[in-house]
């Protein structure tokens, strides 16, 4: 049985397909290493993951898919969720800014769009917008 099917509900399962689909990225180019290995060691404790699935997940036999909303708003959804975890520790370093972008890939944004849409995201939770997107930010209804 897949890992994930033991979390049909919850944050936890939404957790473990990101983590699941980290490691795959990570993988994709071939074995993991120890920068990466270290990246995905740091997102495992962010997003709750135990030793043992981490040990499952990580291994070879072991390829999950990214499940890509067909939604606009979906997957923006997710690139946000994303980030709140990432930034649980209020940075985001090289490594895993670097893994954010191929799964913003993978969720069916350009290679272009997602670096820009990572740098907005970027600025924003890092307090950094400019003031005009803070206004408008501010001023929407709803």
């Not at 135990?50 to 291994?59: G, H, L, Q, T």
């Not at 969720?107 to 970027?122: E, H, V, Y």
């Amino acid at each position: 049985m897949p890992i994930l099917d033991l979390y049909e509900h919850g944050d936890h399962r939404k957790n473990m397909a990101h983590f699941a689909t980290l490691a795959s990225l990570a993988a994709a180019d071939g074995d993991i290493n120890p920068k990466e290995m270290s990246v995905l060691e740091k997102f495992a404790f962010k997003l709750n993951i135990s030793s043992d699935e981490f040990k499952e997940v990580m291994k070879k036999e072991n390829s999950y898919p990214i499940e890509t909303p067909h939604s606009g708003e979906k997957r923006y959804k997710r690139l946000f969720e994303f980030f709140q975890i990432i930034f649980s520790d209020h940075d985001i370093d090289n490594e895993e800014r670097r893994l954010v972008e191929k799964y913003a890939v993978g969720l069916g944004f350009s290679p272009k769009t997602a670096a820009q849409i990572i740098d907005k995201s970027i600025k924003i939770f890092r307090g950094e917008i400019p003031f005009e997107d803070y206004h408008e930010l501010v001023k929407r209804e709803g």
